[in-house]
């Protein structure tokens, strides 16, 4: 009778489900910071610039998002994912340290990213505020709020499989637009190989 009454201890969520919810979920977070902070981002990266060289900041912008988005947060968010949750799980550390290194540690990418973009745009010339504003608004910004919301979310997104398959859908719709993003500013194929000093 005691042992009816007693509830039955939770059953762990496997590391690879839990690893996939921080990627799926780290990965919406960013894209919908960044689709918030594009369009004054891309605004300020062609601030002084003639329009031919401000379509391509503006492109060079939305394309270190988009490969951020599309490779750099599912890599980060699953690999990082493994390790801080394996780490939690065997007592190595607390949750909250836990979600104090995937903090840091999106933080670092979100702030290699920004630099990054300022390297590709200027070839090493002087950077000017607005492309360091750019920098900081569209890229470093949707890092970094990816980078401290999103340990908050996978608890919720691991507890059901139909969580897990809608934040997965998302991450997969969140990736294909800010993709699609890059046709709308591909400025004309002859001014690529300037872009990236060639």
Same mark, same amino acid.
């Given at each position: ?17 839990? /690893?996939?919810? =921080?990627? &799926? *979920?780290?990965?919406?977070?960013? !894209? ?14 062609? !601030? ?6 401000? &379509? ?11 490969? =951020?988005?599309t490779f750099g947060a599912t890599i980060f968010g699953y690999s990082v994912g493994w390790k801080v949750e394996s780490d939690v799980r065997n007592n ?6 836990? *979600? ?13 990213? #920004?630099?990054?973009? +300022?390297?590709?745009?200027? !070839?090493?010339?002087?950077? *000017? ?19 401290f919301f999103t340990r908050s979310a996978v608890e919720h997104v691991a507890a059901a499989k139909r969580d897990l398959? /809608?934040?997965?859908?998302?991450? +997969? ?23 990236? #000093?060639?």
């Amino acid at each position: 009778m005691i042992m009816a009454t007693l509830a039955a201890p939770p059953v762990a969520q496997p590391l690879a489900t839990r /690893a996939l919810a =921080t990627a &799926a *979920s780290y990965v919406v977070i960013y !894209g919908v910071a960044f689709a918030f902070l594009a369009p004054p981002a891309t605004q300020m990266a062609a !601030g002084g610039y003639a329009a031919l060289d401000a &379509a391509s900041v503006s492109f060079a912008l939305i394309l270190i998002a988009a490969l =951020t988005v599309t490779f750099g947060a599912t890599i980060f968010g699953y690999s990082v994912g493994w390790k801080v949750e394996s780490d939690v799980r065997n007592n190595r550390m607390s949750q909250t340290r836990g *979600s104090v290194e995937f903090a840091t540690l999106g933080t670092l990418l979100a702030l290699a990213t #920004g630099g990054v973009f +300022l390297l590709i745009v200027t !070839g090493g010339t002087g950077i *000017s505020p607005s492309l360091i504003g750019a920098a900081v608004l569209g890229l470093v910004m949707p890092g970094m709020v990816a980078a401290f919301f999103t340990r908050s979310a996978v608890e919720h997104v691991a507890a059901a499989k139909r969580d897990l398959l /809608a934040t997965g859908v998302s991450a +997969l719709v969140v990736i294909v637009l800010v993709n699609y993003l890059i046709v709308g500013s591909l400025p004309p194929l002859a001014d690529l190989p300037q872009l990236f #000093g060639l």
